[in-house]
């Protein structure tokens, strides 16, 4: 089931229940009035059935979202990574062509002109990591690949009149270990003839 027709249920679900919750406040007010010791009893009453019932629902759900927690995987951290710059420039990136599977690679990213985004999109087009790239500074994105295919390096940040098309192209799949990504792939220059800092 596609994820548009899930929010879409979920929406109408939520929207069912709060119009049938404010139509049964509204339909209660039709009902006898009742002594204020005989309400002030069956409130409390309501009062503590509702605390149980919302406790157990946020222990159920807790529960239920340990295995999502980021924390556990936080020991990936420490696992060995491949450095492999990457150098964003008025609108190209210049990075391998090329990753191995399953094997964590932190990317060093920085920018030789102006701020520009770093993004990877996964084969179905979903955002999995994101950072920022600017001149003369190098931030650290480490990314452990999964899933064989082709992905996409776009930048999110606005960065001149050729931001739109401003997107790399990369391949994800089994390579031997004698095999590394060359890190000199797409060894670009600007305009100005500046070369790759990280040579």
């Known amino acids: 089931m596609p994820d548009a027709l899930k929010l879409m249920l979920l929406f109408a679900f939520l929207s069912a229940v709060t119009v049938a919750v404010f139509i049964l ?50 020991a990936t951290a420490l696992e060995p ?7 964003a420039a008025q609108f190209f990136f210049t990075m391998p062509d090329r990753f191995p599977l399953n094997r964590r690679i932190l990317f060093a990213v920085t ?10 999109y996964d084969p179905q087009g979903q955002l999995i990591a994101q950072t920022q790239a600017m001149p003369d500074y190098v931030n650290y994105l480490a990314v452990t690949f999964r899933q064989p295919g082709r992905y996409t390096v776009r930048c999110l940040e606005y960065c001149g009149v ?11 799949g089994n390579i031997e270990p004698d095999n590394k990504p060359d ?17």
């Open 25 to 74: 406040v509204a339909w209660s007010t039709r009902w006898p009035s009742r002594e204020q010791a005989e309400v002030q009893h069956d409130g409390y009453v309501i009062r503590g059935r509702w605390f149980i019932g919302v406790t157990l629902f946020l222990l159920a759900t807790f529960v239920a979202t340990i295995p999502f927690f980021p924390y556990l995987s936080a």
């Open 81 to 87: 990574a491949e450095q492999v710059p990457v150098i």
């Open 111 to 120: 920018s030789r002109d102006v701020n520009h985004g770093f993004g990877i």
């Open 162 to 172: 050729g931001h739109a098309i401003m997107e790399k192209d990369f391949t994800v």
């Open 183 to 199: 890190n000199k792939a797409d060894n670009k220059t600007d305009s100005n003839g500046n070369s790759n800092p990280f040579e």
